[in-house]
């Protein structure tokens, strides 16, 4: 075994030091959040705040928790996600895979098909008009159906179905697979990375938005979570929640951002470890050719 040089042992401390700063600094942020939801309203208007809660109190979560709404949107999030995510896998997974086969007549119009969905889209109001038309509004096909493939998630899988060996598939329909036996039985146990970045990628998507559900859901328990928070936000920095005294809304208005990201980040933060391996691999591979 060759002993490092001097110069690479320092190469590795110094990239070490570097590496650690950069992590703490990225930290830094997220534990300050947690902290400013758990203190009190002097201390945070007073920037008392860092590292710690100070004031430590709970009547923010209080209100959210104690409040059958939140729950009953939580779950309408939950399920939103599940739904819109599965959907937006099956049609992005056989897009990409049609695209992958180079002797695909027409492919280079349905890739230029795609990529025009990146620069153009036909407006808020059409969209609007055409998801009313079709009667969508007020179900989980409104979120579903209009964001089910992101042009940029279908390139990746391409790419990387392009980099699987051909051979594989030829050998399969030598054995009698059909096109959808080579896919399920071959192409996607061989993509398990790249599928577990693209569910995090959509799952992620999915959970944080809620402009779609604002602009398609008329009843309040219809409305994922994020909604449910920006309305508290709105509530508690406008001087009005119903149920709430004049202390409470004080203590809301101080912390109640804090709350909301903690709220709506936690269960990504928690799914996301398990999927952190097949990452970086998941993005990488088959963007190399040679």
């Known amino acids: 075994m060759v002993k490092p040089s001097r110069s690479y042992r320092v190469f590795q401390g110094v990239n070490g030091v570097v590496l650690t700063v950069v992590v703490l600094v990225t930290l830094y942020p997220f534990v300050n959040i ?11 208007r007073a920037g008392e705040v860092t590292l710690w809660p100070k004031g430590f ?14 729950w009953r949107n939580y779950g309408n999030t939950v399920f939103y996600t599940v739904v819109s995510t599965a959907v937006a896998m099956v049609l992005t997974t056989c897009y990409a895979y049609v695209l992958s086969k180079k002797n695909l007549k027409g492919r280079t119009a349905l890739v230029g098909v795609a990529v025009f969905t990146m620069f153009f889209t036909g407006g808020l109001i059409p969209q609007y008009v055409l998801i009313t038309s079709l009667g969508l509004k007020n179900s989980v096909w409104a979120i579903a159906l209009p ?5 940029f998630n279908l390139l990746v899988m391409k790419a990387f179905f392009e980099s699987l060996p051909s051979e594989l598939e030829e050998a399969a329909q030598i054995d009698g697979l059909s096109t959808y036996g080579i896919l399920l039985r071959i192409v996607l146990p061989l993509s398990k990375a790249v599928v577990a970045t693209m569910v995090l ?11 779609s559900a604002f602009l398609y859901m008329d009843s309040s328990d219809l409305m994922p979570v994020t909604v449910y928070l920006r309305n508290l936000i709105q509530g508690a920095t406008g001087g009005s929640n119903a149920g709430a005294g004049t202390e409470q809304l004080s203590q809301v208005g101080a912390n109640i951002q804090a709350v909301t990201i903690v709220l ?12 952190q391996r097949y990452f970086v691999s998941g993005v990488m591979l088959g963007a190399v050719k040679g």
């Open 201 to 211: 990628f959509y799952s992620v998507s999915f959970w944080n938005s809620w402009f």
């Open 57 to 70: 109190n709970l009547t923010t979560y209080k209100i959210v928790f104690q409040d059958s709404m939140f």
């Open 34 to 44: 947690i902290a400013r939801s758990f203190s009190g309203e002097r201390q945070i």
């Open 264 to 275: 709506t980040a936690l269960p990504i933060i928690c799914v996301y470890p398990f999927v």
């Open 147 to 151: 964001n089910a493939i992101s042009v």
